[in-house]
């Protein structure tokens, strides 16, 4: 099993800066990629930024030029950099990774069975 767990979230003011940060532990070395995720108020579960270990990264448009995410392959750590953030960043982010051979995009949430318990970040104007 992996355990994951995220920190960093809270109130921001729009136009402001956080930065999350998620930690892995136990079977740590079965993990292919790592993830964020985001989930508002009354909507799904939506795909935020992902690095796969040794690979890629890829973002969804709407944090592209925003957002960044950077990882530690050997501390089990990813953390997303949110600059320039706006009302409809606010949110639940989710960490999540993936053990398996990928079979579909890192954006897909299927994609990844474990998930840590989520951080508030809240985007004020």
């Known amino acids: 099993q992996v355990q994951l767990v995220e920190s960093g979230g809270g109130l921001v003011q729009t136009g402001g800066s956080l930065r999350l940060s998620c930690t892995a532990s136990?079977?740590?070395?079965?993990?292919?990629?790592m993830a964020w995720f985001r989930q508002a108020p009354g909507k799904e579960r939506e795909f935020v930024a992902a690095?796969?270990?040794?690979?890629?990264?890829v973002y969804a448009d709407s944090v592209k030029g925003r957002f960044g995410i950077s990882g530690d392959s050997a501390k089990n750590t990813l953390d997303l950099q949110m600059n320039s953030l706006q009302s409809e960043d606010t949110a639940v982010y989710y960490c999540?990774?993936?053990?398996?051979?990928?079979?579909?995009?890192?954006?897909?949430?299927?994609?990844?069975?474990?998930w840590g318990q989520g951080t508030q970040v809240t985007v004020s104007s």
């Open positions: 999540a990774a993936r053990s398996r051979t990928p079979a579909a995009a890192p954006s897909t949430r299927s994609e990844y069975e474990y």
């Open positions: 136990g079977i740590t070395f079965v993990i292919d990629t």
């Open positions: 690095r796969r270990w040794f690979g890629y990264e």
